[in-house]
């Protein structure tokens, strides 16, 4: 049984800093992909940010210069830290992972998300 566990989120001002973090356990081979994505309130899931095993990062627009996503292979542990947030980065965020279990049945996971709230 594969597990996501995120945990960070929490109540900031505008202008401040929260660190994300979550863990993947469980029987894995290999992580491909580790991700972040986030839910507002009457909207979509949309992604956020996503790392590769090698260290290549992606970032949607609207958090480039301000969210950093980082990862420790050796943990199994995907990071985003989160710089001058704003009122609309208010959401649920959930990490995600494409990962391997023995022998070599790959599938995409979900965490159980954790919430952010900005106040203005």
């Known amino acids: 049984q594969v597990q996501l566990v995120e945990s960070g989120g929490g109540l900031v001002q505008a202008g401040g800093s929260l660190r994300l973090s979550c863990v993947a356990s469980g029987s894995i081979l290999d992580i491909n992909v580790m991700g972040w994505y986030r839910q507002a309130p009457g909207k979509q899931r949309e992604f956020v940010a996503r790392?590769?095993?090698?260290?290549?990062?992606n970032y949607a627009d609207s958090v480039k210069g301000r969210f950093t996503i980082s990862r420790d292979n050796a943990k199994s542990t995907v990071y985003l830290q989160m710089n001058s947030l704003k009122p609309e980065d208010t959401a649920v965020y959930y990490c995600n992972s494409y990962l391997a279990t023995w022998p070599s049945r790959w599938a995409d996971y979900w965490g159980q998300g954790t919430q952010v709230t900005v106040s203005s």
């Open positions: 790392i590769t095993s090698s260290g290549i990062t």
